[in-house]
């Protein structure tokens, strides 16, 4: 059984959600207060102050909280009898119109090198709770894609991973220059039909 994610408590989910729509609103991470957190999640800055000790550990939060949804998605898809592409689809389909995942690539797309590090710093402990939950659900969706004929059997995980991963990057990448460039991003569809392609025998 995967690790199921971490509980979190509704001011804690608020203070995430308040993050998220400051970034969906293009507000870069230099730009925004812990106030304007507070008054987005619809608290006062005292009452956050009891939850995150700075605007780095709500974001930090926030950034595992999301992949919390992004990795019990992809888990459940992995649980059902689903084909590789159906995986594929449905992840990317729920993943497409995921605020959370979109704004939060944005926002930290727009942090220095440093700050980047300081947030991987904070949550190494998170983070590795992530990738144990991804490699569980990785390897059934593709064990699966092997024994259905999707996935040519001489590709090992990590090439498997490799491709997936590098296409879930590229879609958020994708959609933060897509938003800038009030551009139509990248149809999913096309990266399912990437990866399937990459990996099929």
């Known amino acids: 059984m995967a690790e199921r994610e971490r509980k979190y408590s509704p001011k804690e989910i608020a203070a995430f959600q308040g993050l998220f729509a400051l970034a969906k ?48 998605r992809f888990e459940q898809s992995a649980d ?28 930290v797309a727009s942090m220095a090198p440093e700050q980047r590090e300081e947030i991987r710093a904070r949550g190494q402990e998170d983070m590795s709770m992530v990738f144990s939950r991804m490699k569980q659900a990785e390897a059934r969706a593709f064990s699966a894609g092997r024994i259905s004929g999707e996935i040519d059997p001489s590709l090992d995980d990590s090439f498997c991973e490799y491709t ?38």
């Open 25 to 72: 609103d293009g507000r870069r991470f230099s730009s925004i207060k812990v106030q304007d957190i507070a008054t987005a999640a619809g608290m006062g800055k005292g009452t956050l102050y009891e939850y995150f000790s700075s605007k780095e550990e709500i974001l930090s939060g926030a950034i595992f909280y999301a992949l919390d949804g992004v990795m019990n």
């Open 164 to 201: 997936v991963v590098s296409a879930l990057f590229g879609q958020a990448a994708a959609h933060m220059f897509a938003c800038q460039e009030h551009e139509r991003q990248i149809p999913w569809t096309m990266l399912v039909d990437m990866i399937c392609r990459t990996l099929r025998p």
């Open 80 to 107: 059902e009898t689903l084909s590789f592409r159906q995986t594929l689809e449905r992840f990317f389909g729920e993943l497409d119109g995921d605020v959370p995942f979109a704004a939060l690539s944005m926002l």
